[in-house]
């Protein structure tokens, strides 16, 4: 079993085409779960229209399923609580050049 540091590293390979941000520094990722091999990931996007929620959905699947011992990934899309700026951690800021 995958601890949480290893399947948060691999989400942090996971980035938002639009922003240029991981999902992770992002915080888009509300949760991560493990049972046996299969994750459960609850995580939101910037905004509920998102054109390419697909995209990212899919990449973070793909993402998980190359950390060993995960044989299977799930992802649950929620908007509650909505995604605001002020989720973005002190890495993701660095990186847009908040901070």
């Known amino acids: 079993m995958a601890g949480e540091d290893e399947l948060l590293a691999a989400l942090r390979q996971v980035y938002d085409p639009e ?13 991560v779960a493990q049972r046996d091999d299969c994750v459960h990931v609850e995580m939101t996007l910037t905004t509920p229209g998102c054109p390419l929620h697909d995209t990212i959905g899919q990449a ?4 998980l399923l190359r950390v060993p011992g ?6 649950e899309l929620v908007w509650d609580p909505p995604w605001t700026p002020l989720m973005i ?3 993701g800021k660095r990186e847009l050049g908040w901070a």
């Open 19 to 31: 922003v240029g941000i991981n999902v992770v520094d992002l915080g888009l990722i509300y949760g």
């Open 60 to 63: 973070v699947q793909r993402a």
């Open 70 to 75: 995960v044989a299977r990934s799930e992802v």
């Open 89 to 91: 951690t002190d890495a």
